[in-house]
């Protein structure tokens, strides 16, 4: 099966400025999560879609962060404006909640953003 | 905020030998323990997950959860090169408005020498 799509890979923006990340999980799987991770540190949630719906976001700071899943597929998220502090890998990943209460994260290939 | 505290490290361990990974967390009502392992500038990637207290075995890696303790660890035997990475412990909470969500440890850093 076709992993979990994320794009851009890597991202440059100044300070103030606005930038999308795009993900597109395994196909059938229900569940969707934004997850930050700045180096050194382990990954932390931002955002948990089920569906099109939102589950836990709060941990989103949103003021300058905002997420959709729009027709419970794809995901788009975004930061306006950005921070320093923003510097991190954005991690997307999916799970499929059908198969119980274990199932695996999938994790995509992150897209690593810099503020200048 | 619920709480995964992990070794940061690094842990340095010889080829061969036995590596140890430690993980406590604070939400007693926690039900299912996960260990994902994240090489340098790639994604994390399941190892193995536990759920009951005890001991579970996949291969070179052991799983260990004590629920009265709050504790999991991962250890790992014939640790080779290979296994040189970021081991990641996570935690599922045990439902309400969060189902499924997992909180993540800081990671320890593991490096193997030959």
């Known amino acids: 099966e076709a992993g979990v799509a994320q794009s851009p890979r890597y991202k440059i923006i100044e300070k103030r400025q606005s930038v999308a990340f795009w993900c597109n999980p395994i196909?059938?799987?229900?569940?969707l999560y934004w997850y930050q991770q700045i180096l050194g540190q382990g990954p932390k949630l931002l955002i948990q879609?089920?569906?099109?719906?939102?589950?836990?976001d709060s941990q989103l700071p949103k003021d300058r962060f905002s997420a959709e899943r729009l027709k419970g597929v794809d995901s788009t998220l975004k930061i306006q404006p950005a921070k320093l502090e923003d510097s991190a890998v954005y991690l997307c990943?999916?799970?499929?909640?059908?198969?119980?209460?274990?199932?695996?994260?999938?994790f995509g290939n992150g897209t690593r953003l810099t503020v200048t | 905020q619920k709480e995964v505290e992990q070794n940061s490290g690094p842990l340095s361990v010889p080829e061969g030998a036995i590596a140890s990974l430690n993980c406590t967390y604070s939400?007693?009502?926690?039900?299912?323990f996960f260990w994902y392992r994240q090489y340098s500038g790639k994604s994390p990637e399941l190892i193995m997950f536990?759920?009951?207290?005890g001991d579970k075995e996949d291969g070179r890696f052991t799983a260990q959860l004590n629920k009265a303790s709050q504790y999991v660890s991962l250890l790992i035997r014939d640790s080779q090169p290979s296994d040189s990475a970021t081991y990641l412990c996570a935690v599922k909470e045990a439902g309400g408005t969060s189902y499924g969500k997992l909180t993540f440890g800081q990671g320890t850093i593991l490096t193997v020498h030959p």
């Open positions: 196909s059938g799987h229900a569940t």
């Open positions: 879609f089920q569906n099109n719906g939102v589950v836990d």
């Open positions: 536990i759920y009951s207290n």
């Open positions: 939400d007693r009502g926690s039900q299912s």
């Open positions: 990943a999916s799970s499929d909640p059908a198969r119980g209460y274990n199932s695996p994260l999938h």
